[in-house]
């Protein structure tokens, strides 16, 4: 997760760690800290998703500490497993689906297609370059059309490896190839 420019800090369950961004990364500090599952920073906000809710506070050129969060802030107070932007709305999985904010942090209700996904768990969010969504949860792999108005999920019929996959187990390489990890592989 990158926090400023000469820095990368990786959430772990307890703490973050900061490292020096540098060709051998050296670890520079360790605080205690609740488990971050994930931030993005828009328009001068930090979004930030971590068990107990979703905030968004001041964009911070150094690492946030505890006392940045205040309920006061909190958006949303289901467990976060993922943020992502698409286009001009914040995209936040969660134990209960998806729910859409727009840039100044009101909740927009989702599109009908996809109300079929309240109450599913939704973990991990990835976009491909056909703009896309992709998700996973415990009930396989979906696909939401770049204009939002399908869904396709992929199940034991599609070759997974199981039906249910793990939060904070998504990457994207530098190839655009999306990979989901699940109870299974």
């Known amino acids: 997760m990158p926090i400023n420019n000469h820095q990368i800090s990786l959430s772990t369950d307890s703490y973050i760690l900061n490292f020096s961004d540098e060709d051998l990364p050296v670890l520079i500090g360790k605080e205690y800290y609740p488990f971050i599952r994930g931030i993005i920073t828009l328009y001068g906000w930090n979004w930030i998703g971590y068990p107990f809710g979703l905030y968004r506070i001041p964009a911070i050129s150094t690492t946030p500490s505890l006392s940045l969060f205040d309920k006061r802030k909190e958006f949303l107070s289901k467990p976060v497993f993922s943020i992502m932007q698409v286009d001009s709305l914040v995209w936040v999985a969660n134990e209960n689906g998806l729910d859409f904010f727009n840039l100044e942090g009101v909740n927009i209700p989702l599109p009908g297609r996809l109300q079929g996904l309240q109450n599913n ?64 592989g």
């Open 121 to 184: 768990i939704v973990y991990a969010l990835g976009k491909d370059a056909h703009k896309r969504v992709w998700f996973s949860g415990n009930k396989g792999i979906g696909c939401i059309s770049a204009d939002h108005t399908k869904v396709v999920m992929f199940g034991i019929d599609n070759n997974l490896q199981s039906l249910e996959f793990n939060h904070n187990a998504f990457y994207e390489d530098n190839k655009g190839l999306l990979y989901f990890g699940g109870i299974n």
